[in-house]
Each structure stands twice: as C-alpha cells, then as structure tokens.
Nanobody, 122 residues
Framework: QVQLVESGGGLVQPGGSLRLSCVAS????????MGWYRQAPGKERELVAA???????SYADSVKGRFTISRDNTKNTVYLQMNSLKPEDTAIYYC????????????????WGQGTQVTVSS
C-alpha cells in the first residue's frame, strides 16, 4: 500500500501562486496515472488534475490554464503548480493513485493522506 504525503499549501492572496508536492513512500515508476483532488468546506472532493506516466495531462475546467500538474519519477513526487489563484480555489488538496476505466473515468486506488491546506484570501 502506497503512502502519500502532501505539502506546500499555505495562505496566498488572489492572483498569487503556490506549488504543491506529493511524495510517495515508494517508487511511482510502475504507476500510470496520478492526480490531485481538492475538497472545499461543505463540498465533495473533486479531481482537478491528472497525469499519466507518459506525462499526458488533463484538468478540470475550473483550473484549466491556471494549474499545471507534473511528476518526477526519480523523486517519487507529483507536483501541482497553481497560478492566478482565486478565492474559490480554497480547499484541502490531496493526491492519489488513479485507475482509469475504458470510459475514461478515473477512480482512486490508494488511501487518502492528510492533504495540504490552500487558502486564497485578501
């Protein structure tokens, strides 16, 4: 069972930037898809970005053009660069190992970590 540790969150003003990191306990070379989720107060957890081993990416419409997901397999780490942050981006951000159905739907396969809090406020 892979262990995931998120970090890099904090308080930032609207329009600011932040980079999140997700470190896996073991090698991610054999893992195809990984992704970032977020959960805002009173809302359900949602997938915001995903990346394959081949580094193909996909994003939720709400973050497209502002967020960039990347991975460094040698460091067993997945990153989320967040630019032009908005108050509605405020949430706890989590990473996870993803499976993908033939339909293109993602699902999580690992236990959730503690997440990292991102707060966008002036």
């Amino acid at each position: 069972q892979v262990q995931l540790v998120e970090s890099g969150g904090g308080l930032v003003q609207p329009g600011g930037s932040l980079r999140l990191s997700c470190v896996a306990s073991g090698s991610i070379f054999s893992i195809n898809h990984m992704g970032w989720y977020r959960q805002a107060p009173g809302k359900e957890r949602e997938l915001v970005a995903a990346i394959s081993r081949g580094k193909s990416t996909s994003y939720a419409d709400s973050v497209k053009g502002r967020f960039t997901i990347s991975r460094d397999n040698t460091k067993n780490t997945v990153y989320l660069q967040m630019n032009s942050l908005k108050p509605e981006d405020t949430a706890i951000y989590y990473c996870n190992v993803l499976g993908m159905k033939y339909s293109g739907t993602y699902y999580t396969t690992a236990s959730w970590g503690q997440g990292t809090q991102v707060t966008v406020s002036s």
